[in-house]
T-cell receptor
Framework: NAGVTQTPKFQVLKTGQSMTLQCAQDMNHNSMYWYRQDPGMGLRLIYYSASEGTTDKGEVPNGYNVSRLNKREFSLRLESAAPSQTSVYFC???????????FGQGTRLTVV | GDSVTQMEGPVTLSEEAFLTINCTYTATGYPSLFWYVQYPGEGLQLLLKATKADDKGSNKGFEATYRKETTSFHLEKGSVQVSDSAVYFCALSTQTGNTGKLIFGQGTTLQVKP
């Protein structure tokens, strides 16, 4: 049971570089989410996708773009990384309704 | 808007002590409530959930009751173990049309000492 798989697990970027964080789920979930976790801030929603073909902004979308490539995959792109984007990023997926989400293991990103 | 507020940590307890982590929420409609746990270096795992008022979620000795009148979902455990040391997140899920958002509190770090 793979669940939610994120790649990479760790990444160091220089300011201004770009990268894409990948996320895939094998549970046939409709909804997928990207969160960032910072000390003392809990998890903050960056973007989400309620279903294949749709994406919406969350609480902190600036500096990010997303693509819902198909039902399984939801990627997060940083076009020009900034030190303020140093964080741990989590992808999650869930079925429709007020159901629980399943999380990936996270990507620890450092921007220097 | 919808929000979740947790007691600030860190919380440090001795093994076998009683644990309470407070959580209150603000939401329109009828949210579902969750507690997630994050062990060091790992992602979040669902600990327990409750989907309607007065429901009690329980798992691994942890319990929480959905209290609509006080908009609370406090986490309790009668006797903590060193292995319970982790970060605990309270969360709510609301549904608008086909969109379900999951909103988290800031997390509470629990350290249990032998």
């Amino acid at each position: 049971n793979a669940g939610v798989t994120q790649t990479p697990k760790f990444q160091v970027l220089k300011t201004g570089q770009s990268m894409t964080l990948q996320c895939a789920q094998d549970m046939n979930h409709n909804s997928m989410y990207w969160y960032r976790q910072d000390p003392g801030m809990g998890l903050r929603l960056i973007y989400y996708s309620a279903s294949e073909g749709t994406t919406d902004k969350g609480e902190v979308p600036n500096g990010y773009n997303v693509s819902r490539l198909n039902k399984r995959e939801f990627s997060l792109r940083l076009e020009s990384a900034a030190p303020s984007q140093t964080s741990v990023y989590f992808c999650a997926s869930k079925r429709a309704g007020n159901t629980e989400a399943f999380f990936g293991q996270g990507t620890r990103l450092t921007v220097v | 808007g919808d929000s979740v507020t947790q007691m600030e940590g860190p919380v440090t307890l001795s093994e076998e002590a009683f644990l309470t982590i407070n959580c209150t929420y603000t939401a329109t409609g009828y949210p579902s409530l969750f507690w997630y746990v994050q062990y060091p270096g790992e992602g979040l795992q669902l600990l327990l959930k409750a989907t309607k008022a007065d429901d009690k979620g329980s798992n691994k000795g942890f319990e929480a009751t959905y209290r609509k009148e006080t908009t609370s979902f406090h986490l309790e455990k009668g006797s903590v173990q060193v292995s319970d040391s982790a970060v605990y997140f309270c969360a709510l899920s609301t549904q608008t049309g086909n969109t379900g958002k999951l909103i988290f509190g800031q997390g509470t770090t629990l350290q249990v000492k032998p």
